[in-house]
């Protein structure tokens, strides 16, 4: 590392040149959870009180983010672990820089108000009436390797339908389209929210819900969004990174202290869902905000083992996870900002 910046260093950039960067998400519309927090720290301020100004990119899935992170059409990334590993394992030089959500999205946390699962399903066409009956289906999809791709990867061994050629994948469109694309028989079932789920209360009765949150959970599955950037960004501009994650983490405690502001913002951002929802969506959220960079090479460690045993990425990468997780900026951010218990 005598090529990059020490962490003390970093620290000693009192003035940072206004920088303009990218920063690219794997979903749109932005999710109503810790998920937020890149979006809403821009859109707040908090990336530019750091000295950034940010051009958000919503993506289509993890796989297209990432995408476009390689590609040069952006400069960060909030994906989920998943096809980072998977990248890295092909040799790409990535870099996780920070860490959101960790674990099995589908069960419920210790201080989890909500019963496991709660704010997901998988929702199919009236004509299937169990799970077994996906055997050959049409599955929607955003893309393969995105979340609500790897979540029923698992779910689906579970039920003794192999992932790869016991049914049809149909990638592309918004969650509310893949919905809709269910009640009008363009495929047979989707992975969703209760969020989405929220926009179709006039039509309820046009699909049915064929597994629950619960169910979902049971069948395993993890999840772990990271905020990555290219080996050569962090080589070249240490201190744009550093920006990043201390925007993150600052906005990360405002909105975990502060629901109010959490709420004004999505409501801002997510109008179609309304401000009563947005309320209760941050009660589920009670606890698990990202308040000092969650990020630790050993849970990544673990992640990947069980991503690869799970069958969601084909092999580990041959490179030591500490060469791909780079600690010193949340380090460098916590050593400034102090450690939340």
Known sequence: MSDLLSQDAILSETVLKARTIRFADRV??????????????SDLGFMSKEGLSV????????????????GGGAD??????????????????????????????????????GPPGGGVMLVSSLSLSSVDQLKGKRIGISQKGATNHLALVPFLRKHGIDPETGVRWVEGGTPIERVNKVIDGGIDATWTTSQTLALFEGKRNAFKILASGKELAEGGGIAYL?????????????????????????????????????????????????????????????GHWPVNGRLDPEVVEDTVAVLVKAGEVRAKPSVPVRNWVEMRFVDAALKELGKRP
């Open 226 to 286: 990271v905020v990555v950037a290219r080996a050569e960004l962090v080589e070249a501009e240490p201190q744009t990174v550093l920006a990043a994650v201390k925007a993150l983490v600052r906005a990360s405690r405002e909105f975990s202290e502060h629901p109010e502001v959490w709420v004004a913002a999505a409501a801002k951002r997510r109008p179609e869902v309304g401000r009563e929802a947005i309320t209760k969506l941050w009660e589920q959220t009670r």
């Open 55 to 70: 051009k958000f990119v919503e993506c289509d899935g993890s796989p297209q983010a990432l995408a476009a992170l390689e």
């Open 28 to 41: 749109k519309p932005m999710t109503l959870n810790m998920g937020s927090v890149p979006a809403l720290a």
């Open 76 to 113: 960060l990334a909030q994906v989920n672990i998943s096809p980072v590993v998977a990248e890295v394992a092909r040799g790409a030089k990535l870099k996780v820089v920070w860490g959101n959500v960790h674990g099995n999205p589908l069960k419920a946390q210790p201080t989890s108000p």
